[in-house]
T-cell receptor, first 114, second 110 residues
Framework: EADIYQTPRYLVIGTGKKITLECSQT?????MYWYQQDPGMELHLIHY???????EKGDLSSESTVSRIRTEHFPLTLESARPSHTSQYLCASSPLAGATDTQYFGPGTRLTVL | QKEVEQNSGPLSVPEGAIASLNCTYSDRGSQSFFWYRQYSGKSPELIMSIYSNGDKEDGRFTAQLNKASQYVSLLIRDSQPSDSATYLCAVNKGYSTLTFGKGTMLLVSP
């Protein structure tokens, strides 16, 4: 089982601010993911990474960016927050080998943009 | 057609009963199937994975997979009020990504 940490857990911020949501995992998992989930709705993949220096866009068009400079760290940045970005952001990780595709989730960051 | 479809519910069962949750998927090439439990306001928690046709049991949970019918289900025996949550079905899409269904809300009444 993975240990995945997300900070902050809750964030209320004004329109136009730049924000970075942090995600770290201690299991050495190569694959990491960012999802967006609105209440009562399905998870939408917004970014993922296969490993260091690898980043891919997911299915959901997003104005966010990600980086993967270290295996354990996968931050997500919004350059200019808007009310439409209000949502829950979930980070997940998965080992490259073994039980492939199994993803383990962090606790999430609930973002509110005023 | 959505890639992963689930009845949104709620599915209401009395305590001690069997809860049956169903999921259909559209991609015949999918090889990995997962059930996650998500309590309100929390993140998804992995319950089971299944990769081969048939049944897979883990405690009170049984996952069933039928690739010919593109159907995967989760049975919860002896349902408890603490099982009340939304259950998400997830199916692999391509290499290393998952597509999630909208989830089925389960309510177990004491």
């Amino acid at each position: 089982e993975a240990d995945i940490y997300q900070t902050p857990r809750y964030l209320v911020i004004g329109t136009g601010k730049k924000i970075t949501l942090e995600c770290s995992q201690t299991m050495g998992h190569d694959k990491m993911y960012w999802y967006q989930q609105d209440p009562g709705m399905e998870l939408h993949l917004i970014h993922y990474s296969y490993g260091v220096n690898s980043t891919e866009k997911g299915d959901l068009s997003s104005e966010s960016t990600v980086s993967r400079i270290r295996t354990e760290h996968f931050p997500l940045t919004l350059e200019s927050a808007r009310p439409s970005h209000t949502s829950q952001y979930l980070c997940a990780s998965s080992p490259l080998a073994g039980a492939t595709d199994t993803q383990y989730f962090g606790p999430g960051t609930r973002l509110t943009v005023l | 057609q959505k890639e992963v479809e689930q009845n949104s519910g709620p599915l209401s069962v009395p305590e001690g009963a069997i809860a049956s949750l169903n999921c259909t998927y559209s991609d015949r090439g999918s090889q990995s199937f997962f059930w996650y439990r998500q309590y309100s306001g929390k993140s998804p928690e992995l319950i089971m994975s299944i990769y081969s046709n048939g049944d897979k049991e883990d405690g009170r949970f049984t996952a069933q997979l039928n690739k010919a019918s593109q159907y995967v289900s989760l049975l919860i025996r002896d349902s408890q009020p603490s099982d009340s949550a939304t259950y998400l079905c997830a199916v692999n899409k391509g290499y290393s990504t998952l597509t999630f269904g909208k989830g089925t809300m389960l309510l177990v009444s004491p």
